[in-house]
């Protein structure tokens, strides 16, 4: 099970930080620490984008240009928690945010929501004056 904190309502310009953890997180006699971690968005009639990864070698990797120097991924491998750090928000970051983890450990991001097999519950981010 993946649970996810964090979300609300913030004006542009500001701060948020999403959180999801794993308790106990196991695949295959895979840890959490096996695994990449990816974050997600969808907006209102869109499609779920990828945003980011961070692999098991605490590498991340950022896939959508939008976000890029605004928002920082980190893991925290001893709480089986992962990070999504937001800055200097604007009104098209508006969207539910997601925390996944891909079926099978290793080092890859991968950049498709369906190799996601294990997913938080969502948190809407809301940015407006």
């Known amino acids: 099970q993946v649970v996810q904190s964090g979300g609300g309502s913030v004006q542009p310009g500001g701060s948020l930080r999403l959180s999801c953890t794993a308790p106990?997180?196991?695949?295959?006699?895979?840890?959490?620490?096996?695994?990449?971690i990816g974050w997600f968005r969808q907006a209102p009639g869109k499609v779920r984008e990828i945003l980011s990864c961070i692999n098991n070698h605490n590498e991340s990797t950022y896939f959508a240009d939008s976000v890029k120097g605004r928002f920082t991924v980190s893991r925290d491998n001893d709480k089986n928690a992962m990070y999504l750090q937001m800055d200097n928000l604007k009104p098209e970051d508006t969207a539910v945010y997601y925390c996944?983890?891909?079926?099978?450990?290793?080092?890859?991001?991968?950049?498709?929501?369906?190799?996601?097999?294990?997913w938080g519950q969502g948190a809407q981010v809301t940015v407006s004056p």
């Open positions: 996944a983890i891909p079926r099978g450990a290793g080092h890859v991001c991968y950049n498709t929501p369906r190799l996601y097999d294990y």
């Open positions: 106990g997180f196991t695949e295959n006699g895979f840890g959490f620490d096996s695994h990449s």
